[in-house]
């Protein structure tokens, strides 16, 4: 198919898959003549799933050519992708630029935030211990990344607002979540290499707002056996 028939299928200018293409974010088309390329059923593939990072996921085109390099990368293992493709997609945090990689200034973006934390003498205590707690149920080695760094700040608030996080309760959350990363791995369509990596790669961000709906039914479901306020002392 010409750019205008690619442009017409995919929904997508012809001028954003110019830029796309200027970008290196897919491969050029199969040239015919100087000015006339033809174009197939991968570039539709390929045009879908940026279109989904940028529109859907909410990623930036920096973002994007992150994940797409390691895609088009033939020695990169679906597990290093998988790994490129975590720092770039996004943090569930409303303060999500606190976890960026792209923020060279981390976290002293939030000012409010990086007062607290200079005042607050115990945080790298209580940090350091819930490392030692994440290592006790099976993540002996985490990586230095946005995510690993949200998820020891979430623990620690929890801990701190009295919510009973210990190792027994983190143990128990550890074990669904292999769970449900074992059922993540089952939908992977192998062994087809990038279809493997492009529904590996959207399920883990596009799944997490299912299981955030599931679980919100799953205690509205339950709060009916709850004890009434009435009843608590």
């Known amino acids: 198919m010409k750019l205008a028939e690619l442009s017409r299928r995919s929904r997508i200018s012809a001028a954003t898959i110019k830029y796309y293409l200027r970008e290196g974010m897919m491969q050029p088309g199969t040239k015919v003549r100087a000015r006339l390329s033809e174009y197939d ?8 799933l940026i279109d989904t990072l940028i ?3 909410g990623l930036s085109v920096n973002q994007v050519k992150t994940i797409l390099s390691a895609v088009d990368d033939p020695d990169m293992s679906l597990g290093d992708v998988l790994t490129r493709a975590a720092v770039a997609l996004p943090s569930y945090d409303s303060r999500a630029k606190r976890y960026s990689e792209e923020d060279d200034r981390g976290r002293d973006e939030f000012g409010g935030n990086q007062i607290d934390e200079e005042h607050d003498a115990d945080r790298d205590e209580r940090l350091k211990q819930v490392r030692e707690d994440l290592k006790t149920v099976g993540f002996e080695d985490l990586p230095d990344l946005p995510y690993v ?3 020891e700040d ?3 608030a929890a801990r701190k607002a009295g919510i009973p996080w210990g190792r027994d309760e983190l143990a128990r959350f550890a074990d669904l979540a292999r769970e449900v990363a074992k059922v993540d791995f089952s939908l992977v369509p192998w ?3 990038e279809d493997s990596i492009t529904v590996s790669v959207l399920g883990m961000v596009m799944t997490e707002p299912i299981l955030i709906g599931l679980r919100r ?3 509205l479901q339950l ?5 009434r306020t009435t009843e608590l002392s």
Request: aromatic content about 0%; cysteine-free.
């Open 149 to 151: 760094r949200q998820l």
């Open 217 to 219: 039914l799953a205690h």
């Open 41 to 48: 059923g991968s570039h539709l593939k390929r045009l879908d």
């Open 55 to 57: 529109h859907v996921v």
């Open 154 to 156: 979430a623990i620690d």
């Open 223 to 227: 709060s009916k056996d709850l004890p």
């Open 191 to 193: 062994p087809k290499r």
